[in-house]
Every structure is written in structure tokens, then in C-alpha cells.
């Protein structure tokens, strides 16, 4: 076969698979009562299933062609000059935070530095702290947009604080010029967890770009998905290099995807190191205590055919937001709504709602009752993630007393405003919450 032919071949496979999407994925009815509307998911159409399966033809495997142009696309979507893709938003932050504790930054983050962090988080925000040594300073959060209470920052610092680390709540930025204000005054580190937060802005800036380091997630409930994966972001070059020794094993090389024979500092063979006699295969030095957090190419083909759609699914999560919001209004004497920032635009992840503690019901009813009528829901994460099992007997401290952060606990969950959402099922929504404060 010559390789027009075999390109024909492909084009048929393609072909079919467009009409494989058509009948067995492109029809969605909504049943009111009986179909779940979901929190969040995957959107998507042939082009996604197209671009795997070229992945799969191609049969590359590890991150290739298409991570290549995943990471420039996504790099200019952002506005920064380094993006690099993990396996997940979790491995995304614990490279983020372990890229800041590498021995090649003389400033870096050393065991028993602190890190200041909101006790309302996801979980694997909070986990890279305690992984590299350091210790989390918690600090409650606001009621109103769930963010970080920035009020609470100066009561946190101690002579080890070293970094502020925290997740722009469910696509709400933090209030950015007081973070800003605070790192810039005592000279800390700051990683901006945006993984429920792609395309969020502050004051017409993107999320992301103000710290030293960003994290996204592509798991199915994200902005764009690739099943699992995620990304580092940075506009620092050096920063960025130090990330992909940390995801790649540690190893110091560079090469890219280019990878030529002689490496691209040209003296792959010839590379002195210092401590080991002679000369070293510049692919084997270890310049950090890395793992093994790479993605697929075939993940990074779903996640380009999901970029071009990202502005479109973000429009709409804001849409789906706006109509949710104003149709619970009338509800805001038992439920708390959420509030931004003026400058904050949100490109929201969720819509979350607080019970109040004065309501005359419990949150487990009203979620029980939503999700026995087919409407998903979820809590806030881990709430506050020192009443979690887990983090009973981890070294830390706190700042206030956590209050909100109970209270989110208790009253707090969220609903989804993700664009496989449409006027049917929105409706549908607000049905079964009216349902549910009727019978009250
Ligand atoms: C704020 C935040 N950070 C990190 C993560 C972890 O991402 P992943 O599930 O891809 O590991 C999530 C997951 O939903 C998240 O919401």
C-alpha cells in the first residue's frame, strides 16, 4: 500500500467513526425524572473520538504531536510561555509545589517551611504540602465567593511562611489585588490551583498568571477534559524546566519533542557531571527527586479537539450559571447564593449554595431529595479538611477559629452549570428545588 492509500484508509476509519458518534453517542433525551442531569461531564462531538483514534493510528502513545500542540494551543489560550501536561490536576500540584522545594532554586521551599492554605480545599491542593515536608497554615474562607478570607492572611504569616497556595473556588477568583498586596509585601511563592477555574479573570487577567505557578485539570467534570489529565503553567522558563524534570523521573534532560540523537544541548554523550566520574548520558542525570506524571497522546488529541470548543463551553457554563442563579433567588431565605468580586468574571465550574443554619431543614434533605429526583449534587470539596480522618494527625496550624469553614461544611454543596446542560434540564433543576421548599 503507498501512503496515499494508507491516507484514504484513514480517512475512511475517520469517516465512520463520525457516523459511529452520530448514532451511537449524538442523541441525548432528557426524561424528565428519570434521566440524571448531572453535575458536570464530558462535551463532545466526532472530532474528539476523530482525533483519538488518529492518535491510536499513529500509534505514538507517549505525549507527542499532538501534547506538542496541545501545550503551544493551550499556552496561547492563557497568555503564558510554558505549559506543561501531567496526568491529572493533582499531579499538577504536587509538581507545581515540588517544582518550588527544587535545590536549583537557591530561594526554593525547604522542609518545615510553611504554606498557607484555605482549610475549605480539594484535597490534593493541601496533599503536596505535607508530601514535600512542609507545613500547612490554614485559614478560613469566606461565606459569600468561598474563597480564601485574604483578611485572615497577615494572622496566618509566621517567620517560615514561604507560600501562599489555594484553588480559585469552583471558578470564583480570589479577591487577586489583596493576594497580590500580601505576597508582594512578605515576599512569598504563590500557586494558584485554577483546575475548576480555565478562563476565569481578574480585572480582565487570566487566572493563573499571577502566581508562579498554575495547575488545571482535564478530568471529565473540568472546563475541557481528556478523561484524566492536567497541566502546569508558567510564564518562567526556568520554572517550567524544573516541572518537567519533576513529572519525567527527575531526569534533567530538555530535549522535548524534538529529541534529536545528540540531544539539543548537542553534548548528550559528552555531558560532565559534577560527582560522576567521566562523562554521563545526558538522558539519565537526575537533577531532581522526580516521579512519573507524563500524559498519553491520544489524551492530548481529545484535549486539542477540546480547546477549540473551550470559549463556546465557557460562555455557556456563565449562561447556565446567570439562569440557575436568578431562578433560586427566591430561595436565598434558606440558601446562601454565592458572591464575586466586581473585577472577578467566573467562569464558573459549579454553582455552589450554602443551607443556612437558620433554614428549617438539613442539607442532607434537600440534597437527598435533589439527587433522588435525579439531579446530581456534591459538597465542597473536603469542607474543612482538618475534620477529615485523614489529616487528624498531620503537622500544621491554624489561623482563627475555622468557623465558615464548619459552616461550609455543614451547609455547603453544588449543582452544575456544565455546558451538556440545556434549557430542558436547567428547568428541570429548578423544578425540583421549588418541589422541595413547597412541601417544607
Ligand atoms: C480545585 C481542584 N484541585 C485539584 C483537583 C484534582 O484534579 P484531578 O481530579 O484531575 O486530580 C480538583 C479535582 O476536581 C479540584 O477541584
Request: charged letters at 5%; proline letters at 7%.
Given at each position: 500500500m503507498g501512503d496515499s492509500d494508507i491516507e484514504e484508509l484513514r480517512q475512511s476509519i475517520l469517516a465512520r467513526v463520525a457516523e459511529y458518534y452520530d448514532k451511537a453517542h449524538n442523541n441525548r433525551p432528557f426524561v424528565p425524572g428519570q434521566s440524571t442531569v448531572h453535575y458536570a461531564g464530558r462535551v463532545y462531538d466526532e472530532t474528539e473520538i476523530q482525533n483519538m483514534v488518529s492518535a491510536v493510528l499513529d500509534f505514538?502513545?507517549?505525549?507527542?504531536p499532538y501534547a506538542e500542540q496541545f501545550e503551544k494551543q493551550l499556552g496561547a489560550f492563557i497568555g503564558v510561555r510554558e505549559v506543561v501536561p501531567v496526568n491529572s490536576g493533582s499531579s499538577a500540584n504536587l509538581v507545581a509545589l515540588t517544582t518550588l522545594c527544587s535545590r536549583q532554586l537557591p530561594d526554593g521551599l525547604r522542609p518545615g517551611d510553611e504554606v498557607i492554605v484555605p482549610?475549605?480545599?480539594?484535597?490534593t491542593t493541601v496533599n503536596p504540602i505535607i508530601q514535600n515536608r512542609l507545613t500547612p497554615v490554614f485559614v478560613d474562607s469566606c461565606?459569600?465567593?468561598?474563597?480564601?478570607?485574604?483578611?485572615q492572611l497577615e494572622e496566618a504569616l509566621s517567620p517560615r511562611t514561604r507560600a501562599l497556595m489555594f484553588a480559585h473556588t469552583l471558578g470564583n477568583p480570589a479577591d487577586m489585588d489583596a493576594v497580590m498586596a500580601f505576597v508582594q509585601r512578605h515576599n512569598l511563592f504563590l500557586v494558584e490551583d485554577t483546575c475548576d477555574a480555565l478562563g476565569s479573570k481578574w480585572d480582565g487577567r487570566m487566572v493563573g498568571?499571577?502566581?508562579e505557578l498554575a495547575t488545571l485539570s482535564f478530568y471529565?467534570?473540568?472546563?475541557?477534559?481528556?478523561g484524566e489529565g492536567g497541566a502546569v503553567y508558567t510564564d518562567r522558563p526556568k520554572l517550567a524546566k524544573i516541572a518537567r524534570a519533576v513529572r519525567d523521573w527527575g531526569r534533567d534532560c530538555w530535549c522535548g519533542y524534538d529529541n534529536p540523537v545528540n540531544g539539543k544541548c548537542g553534548i548528550r554523550f559528552e555531558r560532565e557531571v559534577p560527582g560522576i566520574p567521566g562523562f554521563y548520558d545526558h538522558r539519565y542525570f537526575y537533577s531532581e527527586i522526580g516521579y512519573n506524571l507524563k500524559l498519553t497522546d491520544p489524551q492530548a488529541a481529545m484535549g486539542l479537539a477540546q480547546l477549540q470548543k473551550l470559549p463556546d463551553f465557557i460562555r455557556r457554563r456563565k449562561e447556565n450559571f446567570a439562569y440557575l442563579y436568578e431562578g433560586l433567588r427566591p430561595y436565598s431565605e434558606f440558601l446562601m447564593l454565592p458572591t464575586w468580586h466586581p473585577k472577578a468574571d467566573p467562569s464558573w465550574f459549579a454553582l455552589p449554595l450554602l443551607v443556612r443554619d437558620e433554614a428549617p431543614f438539613m442539607r442532607h434533605q434537600l440534597t437527598r431529595f435533589l439527587e433522588t429526583n435525579q439531579v446530581q449534587t456534591r459538597l465542597i470539596f473536603a469542607g474543612n479538611i482538618l475534620r477529615q480522618p485523614a489529616y487528624q494527625h498531620i503537622e500544621h496550624r491554624v489561623a482563627g477559629d475555622l468557623s465558615n469553614s464548619d459552616q461550609v461544611m455543614r451547609g455547603g454543596f453544588f449543582v452544575g452549570v456544565y455546558p451538556g446542560l440545556d434549557r430542558p434540564r436547567l428547568d428541570y433543576m429548578l423544578d425540583t428545588f421549588g418541589r422541595f421548599f413547597k412541601q417544607l
Open positions: 505514538w502513545l507517549t505525549a507527542g482549610a475549605v480545599s480539594f484535597p461565606l459569600g465567593d468561598l474563597n480564601l478570607d485574604v483578611a498568571t499571577f502566581g471529565p467534570a473540568h472546563h475541557i477534559t481528556m
